[in-house]
């Protein structure tokens, strides 16, 4: 005979598997620490669930286990979980997770709490989007999507200028390391394209800040790899959006012509500049038989196999990639006659120029109709052993024979983008955070790799070759998205920037509780 239960427990029952489901914290998930006594007590959850969707990001290479997960409802409970840990006498480390695109861990925080940033948006008075009456810039949360952005800013016929290639990332996270993508040379980084920011400190401190307000902290926090404070509002500039774009791609068997082009386009910089292009982009295509990556689909099915066979050939193409924005009908009449402007004199490949048309919309949010074609075959969710560098241009040339042409041609691991492409460094404010080459033109190298669960220290090897070769020529490189593990790298990573960034980590954070998974005042392992 089976006993009938009451039924107050099954309603108990029901409603425990229901927050489960919708992914409320229980009650009986809370700590039993001393965490338990704050206000926030209650939004704080060590259930499995909880703790191993904050263990692992993009990269699935790094597993650190935090001791719970705040899901907090407002800014304020962010505020009143650091400033009660920074008063606790035995404080815990925090780290924000936004989407947790980060690829060595940079968002964990292992024994100490994860701060679930996009629990925000379940709040009806969340910081969202909002545009000004004149128009000119939006205040969004620090947890928003930047696709989000997009779409919102869209509707008032608006937009940001300065984006990455990918925008299912937060404003806090990318504003946190800098931002970048192909509008770079132009518009500068998102980092230099920030009004104002509402940041909690590690002190639990609530500050705005702004190149005039508190600029100690608005200048530390950009580029600031999360180690001063948390993001939860930024105040974004905007312009009129465009509607369309006309999108090129141009194919290079020798590296000398590709960068004289690349760097030729984006002398022509200034964000006034109606003819200037608006954004430059180079990548390479590797001897692997077949277009099947990341970019593959921009190029006609008639086209591909000379493009293979091109490919064949050098071993290594160096494709240029532009574009050019236009507003309305008018303009689209003269894109066609400025692009052939931009065109005259660049020494790419006869015959191998391709072009085409599509909404600004498309062109920004390209990445995720290859992202949704990953997932659906598996390959999205597997290891991401990324190496992202900053290069100064006189050491290019090296780079390229003895990197490109040497460890990754030899190695043949080439399964994701690798990009390539030059930026302006008067686009970028020496006073924030972020490191940077001295030269006035550097390039961005980035390894976007993806690797099965049983080999990706062949690619991690890699990465660690491509960083040997480096520092045995001399080249002075600097990582952007960063991973070291000593504080020597650490210092040499900043350069001049260090004494400032350890006196400012001692303003707002002078207990080390924030981002730990950086491991630049405090281990992570």
């Not at 200028?161 to 518009?187: C, E, H, K, M, P």
């Amino acid at each position: 005979m089976v006993a009938a239960f009451p039924s107050y427990f099954t309603v108990i029952m029901l409603l425990s598997r229901l927050m489960a489901f919708i992914g409320i914290p229980k009650n009986d998930d809370v700590l039993s620490s001393n965490l338990e006594d704050l206000d926030i007590g209650s939004k704080l959850s060590r259930g499995p669930s909880a703790i191993a969707s904050s263990s692992q990001d993009f990269g699935l290479i790094v597993k650190s286990v935090p001791q719970a997960v705040l899901f907090p409802s407002s800014p304020q409970d962010i505020a009143s979980l650091l400033k009660s840990n920074y008063n606790s006498s035995a404080p815990f480390t925090v780290a924000a997770r936004g989407n947790s695109h980060s690829v060595r861990g940079q968002a964990m925080a292992k024994n100490g709490v994860v701060v679930d940033m996009t629990w925000l948006n379940k709040n009806p008075n969340k910081i969202g989007i909002r545009i000004s009456n004149d128009g000119k810039y939006a205040d969004v949360g620090g947890q928003q999507l930047w696709i989000d952005v997009l779409n919102v800013t869209l509707r008032s016929g608006l937009s940001p200028v300065s984006w990455t290639d990918y925008l299912y990332l937060t404003v806090g996270g990318t504003l946190s390391n800098a931002g970048i993508s192909g509008q770079t040379f132009r518009y500068g980084p998102q980092i230099s394209n920030v009004y104002e920011m509402d940041v909690i400190t590690g002190k639990g401190d609530f500050v705005t800040c702004s190149p005039n307000n508190n600029s100690d902290l608005f200048f530390a926090v950009l580029g600031g790899l999360g180690q001063f404070g948390i993001i939860t509002r930024a105040r974004i500039p905007l312009e009129t959006a465009p509607k369309r774009v006309k999108w090129i791609r141009m194919f290079y068997s020798d590296f000398t012509a590709f960068s004289r082009d690349q760097e030729l386009l984006i002398s022509k910089n200034e964000r006034a500049d109606k003819n200037a292009l608006n954004y430059v982009e180079g990548s390479l295509l590797l001897n692997q038989g077949s277009l099947e990556n990341f970019r593959s689909t921009f190029f006609p099915p008639q086209d591909q196999p000379k493009i293979i066979a091109l490919i064949t050939k050098y071993g290594i193409v160096y494709s240029l990639e532009i574009v050019k924005y236009y507003y309305d009908d008018q303009t689209n009449a003269t894109v066609d006659k400025d692009l052939q402007q931009q065109l005259q004199g660049l020494t790419y490949l006869p015959g191998f120029l391709f072009e085409k048309g599509v909404s600004y919309v498309e062109f920004l949010n390209r990445v995720r109709s290859e992202e949704l074609k990953l997932r659906s075959k598996g390959l999205w969710d597997v290891p991401h052993p990324w190496l992202n560098l900053f290069i100064p241009k006189s050491r290019m040339t090296d780079f390229n024979h003895g990197v490109f042409k040497g460890i990754v041609l030899q190695r043949k691991i080439t399964i994701g983008p690798l990009l390539v492409y030059p930026m302006n460094r008067n686009k970028w404010d020496d006073r924030m955070s972020a490191s940077i080459p001295d030269e006035e033109i550097f390039y961005t190298v980035g390894f976007l790799l993806a690797s099965g669960f049983d080999n990706w220290q062949a690619f991690d090897d890699q990465n660690k070759a491509v960083l040997r070769f480096c520092e045995k020529a001399g080249i002075e490189v600097k990582q952007y998205l960063p991973h070291y593990t000593t504080k020597e790298d650490w210092i040499t990573h900043f350069g001049s920037k260090w004494n400032a960034f350890q006196q400012r980590k001692q303003q707002f954070d002078p207990k080390f509780l924030l981002s730990p998974g950086q491991s630049i005042f405090n281990s992570n392992s």
